[in-house]
């Protein structure tokens, strides 16, 4: 058996600096409301706002995790939230995702959380879900 790790990915969309602005629970799909996403075009950058759903997600399975402050070289510290309990905690806070990356039933976001009036802080998101990522513009 011969096995090829794909490297290079045929979506032009990136995540990189987006910001779920909104969080929706509905029946078993979970819809990240993102302020916009990066279509790349040869030399060029297009901006669109977008919405993610996660369809047949297990949120039993997902969580948060909200660090004290920003994330630096050393030890830091933090929370480990169950997805619906940073939900309750943190209904109208900003995630700006840095990184993303989809592997089996698992999509990963690192990023910063904005919350008004609190300091910025480093925080990672994790969703698991049986079935479809749906992107709409």
């Given amino acids: 058996m011969k096995l ?3 490297t ?18 509905n029946g ?5 409301y993102l302020d916009q996403v990066y279509e790349y075009q040869k030399d060029s950058e297009k901006f669109y706002p977008a919405n993610l759903t996660f369809t047949k997600i ?8 909200v660090f004290d402050g920003p994330q630096k070289d050393g030890a830091f510290s933090g929370v480990r939230y169950n997805f ?6 943190y209904p109208d ?3 700006e ?9 698992t999509t990963f976001m690192e990023g910063y959380i904005y919350r008004d009036g609190h300091e ?3 925080g990672m998101i994790s969703l698991w879900t049986l079935g479809e990522v749906i992107a709409e513009f």
């Fill in 8 to 25: 290079v990915s045929n979506i032009p969309f990136d995540l990189h600096d987006s910001r779920i602005v909104k969080t929706e629970v």
């Fill in 97 to 105: 995702i840095i990184t993303d990356t989809y592997g089996g039933y």
């Fill in 84 to 89: 619906r309990d940073y939900l309750k905690k």
């Fill in 28 to 32: 078993d799909n979970l819809t990240l």
């Fill in 93 to 95: 806070t900003e995630f």
């Fill in 58 to 65: 297990d949120l039993e399975e997902c969580y948060a995790l």
């Fill in 4 to 6: 090829i790790k794909k």
């Fill in 120 to 122: 910025t802080v480093s």
